[in-house]
């Protein structure tokens, strides 16, 4: 299961990790993030062990969203060593997403 990620653990949980990190920015009401939604805890669950993968609720978080200069959602973040390493935009397929995330596995 993704993580619920907040302005409150979003340092510990994502900046600290020492794994590769997948953020899935979202809220309740957008079309195209209950598209993504169920992709990403399928990838939360292929993970495990070797990923995070978490989700953010810009409504009730909007310190990280501004942080990142989040926009429009979905937007996914890919972090490695704290830093942003990648980003997708939008409703894609699963292998898009798996395909950003193993990248940042070397």
Do not use: H
């Not at 292929?46 to 993968?53: I, L, N, R």
Request: proline share 6%; net charge negative; hydrophobic share 40%.
């Amino acid at each position: 299961m993704a993580i619920e990620l907040t302005d409150a653990n979003f340092d510990e949980l994502v900046i600290k990790s020492d794994k590769p990190v997948l953020v899935d920015f979202w809220a309740e009401w957008c079309g195209p993030c209950r598209m993504v939604g169920p992709l990403v805890e399928e990838l939360s669950k292929e993970y495990d062990g070797k990923a995070v993968v978490g989700k953010v609720d810009v409504d009730n978080n909007p310190g990280i969203s501004a942080r990142f200069g989040i926009r429009n959602i979905p937007t996914l973040l890919y972090f490695k060593g704290g830093q942003v390493v990648d980003k997708q935009v939008g409703a894609v397929p699963k292998t898009v997403l798996a395909g950003k995330l193993d990248a940042q596995m070397s």
